[in-house]
């Protein structure tokens, strides 16, 4: 599987503000969950691809996809096993069980599924493409623009730098214990909870080792001097980056216009309702689908500007 | 300049003083080295110059302390950023940012300087530590050296006037270890920093440094210059002489007419060759007896993922053998040692444990006969007391718990440790806790024992203890295996060599056969006895031992 930590590269995406960045995909994100017409959901998944291809992370995209499928499909099952709702009945269990009555697997509920799998793929792939174009220092520094506690920041930042750390100690702590015999997966599970309580005490320990070592290295190199902090490499906002800044944000105003208008809402059950719209509705997801991708064409111009 | 007058310290909750009576001055620009055994406060006396001891640790100080004319007892660290520069023995957790201009801004960020004036220092720091080509590297990318030397940069930046460092060079391969003291090297010559460092390897630093004070059990036991601290009598004072050093006192006392101590292998050549007049031969050529071999890797292969790192390995391990492997950091070495227990299984090709594909055993099975130590003794540690964690394996196995007593008893009483057998492991030293570590897996006497780096950042002691506790394994008919770069201990103590390179075995053969005539690997006599060929001194000598043999 591909890294999928951020890698400096020369293209209009990674050239993007990470603030306009950030805000695109939050508003994505948030998109994403306030929709339920599988139309809306697509388009928001279909908005991503030319950033992904632009951003030339498309092997990195896929191989988060691929998970993502597995994922998805196991929200399709599981709902469709425990989601009893639906008129449409395409298999019913010879039996019925207390309770939830004869379990039946319904086209509403795998309909349901499936949407609820492409809104987690937007999502996934929202923080697949800010992971690998944003550098996690400039995360942090937008983070401090909106005024969010620079000790809190930076704690928060220490601790995604170190989950690699956390990780191979994970792997060496486990090894360590399986070469003195130990098979971490046999036996019962109060057998293998308590195999696996062992290293994670073990794993705490080393992060407050960890811990005391980094912070004895900050103190030493003036952390809380008690002096103004600055920001050698603050994020700064050109005029060009606030243009581009309302545009990323300009999506998600709309789609709260339209949710609030009472568009973009979609039944599944009992029955699932038309996929089509009715008169001019179909202009809203067309704008919407406007809206996205206008970031894209600004991200040129913003290169161009610069270049000039 | 640093001045202390009766410096006692205790750590919160510690039965006794780590810092005794300590009375020191450290003139500016300096090179001093502080050497001694584990545990004897050299630590805790570098935290003291920088205030971290005790404004971070806490604890009960009394005495006198300044650094540049500031009272450290007053002064919080921070406050002492600007004067006293620290890097920290691990490389990984002393790097707080992301990329190595960062973390060089950091320290400076922190101080609310000017952002013109942090970019000339970012500027100046980089050239300074040679690392400009790593500008925008990301930290996490880096090798070890490279680690260091941005911890070096970082705290450059601030302009201390003294840089205190902290074993930097104790988890790093030979080259980058190299480099970095090299680079202080320069640092204190043509910049005149103060530069105080702690190092166990006498070898690698002691032609730098101006100065040298051993400490032990708190206390400073011997200061003075390199030739004025090793000339004198070292038996109480636990560090062990670089070889050149050691073959020259032993030529003293023996009358030898031999003047003053060599630092470097030319100093002890021009020095021998004087007076040198009569050799003995003597052949150490030709390796050990042909035993039975207990592993054999044939054909071996390991990929992680696309990468191929180990290529085509065969190799036959006798029973009864001292195995040093050795290589570039990289180079597949815990790759391959990792296959011999089956933590690792070959994507190609075979690994028999006496006939017995490791393919088809499992961890746990092959835990039995293959004991592993892993470099980092806290990999180890698990239980809470001492005595459970050397009896968890035998008790894991099910084995009868009178023998357990009596097995762990054992253990107790050869890696010392009886007075800790209630103690929890982790609050140990970390000189005790490699010894709780060797002997939870010895304790399954398994036949064949591999130990990852056992003596990194290992004072000489232990080194010691630990060389002569394996070699008395070996003779009992069991396999050692060992990593490590440290060629000083494998010329004293292993019979074949193994060198690996991008994966490859490069060469393979009795210790003679791979470490004499090496340019990288030799050890300091073998360069010595190179030099000195022309004089009839066999240039397949190792240790000291053989040299006094022809020229004693």
Redesign the interface.
Known sequence: MPELS?R?KNTVIHALSPLVKLAWGGGLVVLSLIFNHPVYILILFLSIIPLVRLAGVGREWASTLKFTLWLGLSIIVINALLSYHGDHVLLAAPFRLPVVGQPVITLEAIAFGAVMALKLAVIISVFTLINLTV???DIMAVLLKMRLPYKSVLVT??ST?FV??LVEDMG??G?????????LDAGGWFKKLKNRA??T??LL??SL??AV?????????????????????DISISRMDAVTLGVGLLPLAAGIMVRVLGFGDYRYYPNLTSIGFGGWEWVMPAVMLLLLAAVVPLAFIKRRVEFD | MIRIRGLNFTYNGADRPALRNINLTIEDGQFVLITGASGGGKSTLCRVFNGLVPHFYGGKIGGKAEVQGMDILKTPPRELATKVGMVFQDPENQLVTTDVEREIAFGLENLGYPKNLIARRIEEALDTASIANLRFARNNELSGGEKQKVAIASVLALHPEILVLDEPTSELDPQSAEEVLRLLERLNDELGLTVILIEQRLDRVVHLVDRMLVMGDGKIIADGTPGEVMNGDIGGLGIGLPPVIRLMRELKSHNAPVNGLPLTVKDARLRLQKVLQSVKTADFAGGGANLKPIVNMDKVWFSYGERAVLKNINLDIDRGGFIAVMGRNASGKTTLVKQLNGLLKPSKGKIRLEGVDTRKSTVAELSRRVGYVFQNPNDHLFADTVEDEIAFSLRNRGADENHITSAVEVMLDEFELGRYRKSYPRNLSGGEKQRVALASVLVGEPEVIVLDEPTRGMDYILKKKLVDYLDDYRRKGNTVIMVSHDVETIAECAERVVLLSEGRVVVEGGKREVLAKALLFSPQINRLAQALSGYGVADTTLTVDEMLEQIG
């Open positions: 951020y400096d550098h996690p220092d930042s220490l730098r690699p750390c060496r702590i090894d360590g214990y399986r070469t003195r015999g130990v098979q062992k290293i005490i073990a320990a080393n080792d960890r070592q980094v912070a004895e290295a900050m103190e030493a190199r003036a952390f809380g001097s008690g002096k103004k902090r600055v920001f050698y490499k």
